[in-house]
């Protein structure tokens, strides 16, 4: 199989469809350095260089975008902070105990884990993460989904690059829909998780289950 297109390859493709068709995504000017310093000191975690070579092409989006990511907004360093910072401290203060996820052979097992870092969020608890931590470390970095108040904690792409190929290739053949008033058309972009599909090793559709 051809080598995946680089990241920033993938993400201008997705920003130049967005510019032509979806004038409601607004994307933030790239991140401070030192913003993505701080946040590596606080959390004790190293950022992976894919998610340091979005943030520092564009930081995010604003807080009044419709959503890049299928009307899920792509997090600034700052949001990534506050939101990696209040789900830990609420699983240190035992919020989630009790609270059992579903099995998953590729994720540590734990409703939150605090080397998850949220990258896109859905304003409602939920969030796209990278995983830095998994029980295969050549995984570090692949993408799930985690959500708030569901155990199902679906492998979304086993990285940035994967997954960003995907979103360009599928908005250039016309899968999603943008409306102006609505955003993104039924679960757009959920594609991996709704089918049971995901794109780990650079291989489209591979199943692991």
């Not at 350095?33 to 070579?53: I, K, T, V, W």
């Amino acid at each position: 199989m051809p080598d995946l297109p680089t990241l920033l390859k993938s993400f201008d493709r997705i920003r130049i469809w967005m510019a032509a068709h979806a004038l409601g995504v607004t994307l933030r000017p790239p991140a401070d350095p030192a913003a993505l310093a701080n946040f590596a000191a606080r959390s004790g975690l190293a950022l992976p260089d894919e998610l340091q070579e979005v943030l520092l092409t564009a930081d995010g989006e604003t807080r009044k975008s419709a959503g890049l990511i299928g009307n899920w907004r792509l997090l600034p360093v700052s949001e990534i902070q506050a939101a990696w910072g209040l789900l830990t401290r609420l699983a240190e203060k035992g919020a989630y105990a009790g609270l059992v996820p579903e099995t998953q052979p590729y994720l540590r097992e734990a409703w939150w884990h605090p080397d998850w870092i949220p990258v896109a969020g859905s304003d409602t608890g939920d969030f796209f993460c990278l995983d830095c931590d998994p029980p295969e470390p050549e995984r570090a970095g692949q993408v799930l989904l985690f959500l708030a108040d569901r155990p199902a904690r679906p492998l979304i792409a086993a990285g940035l690059s994967a997954w960003f190929d995907r979103i360009a290739r599928d908005l250039e053949a016309g899968v999603y829909a943008y409306d102006e008033m609505a955003g993104f058309d039924g679960e757009a972009f959920l594609w991996s998780a709704l089918q049971g599909k995901h794109l780990l090793d650079g291989r489209e559709g591979k199943l692991i289950a």
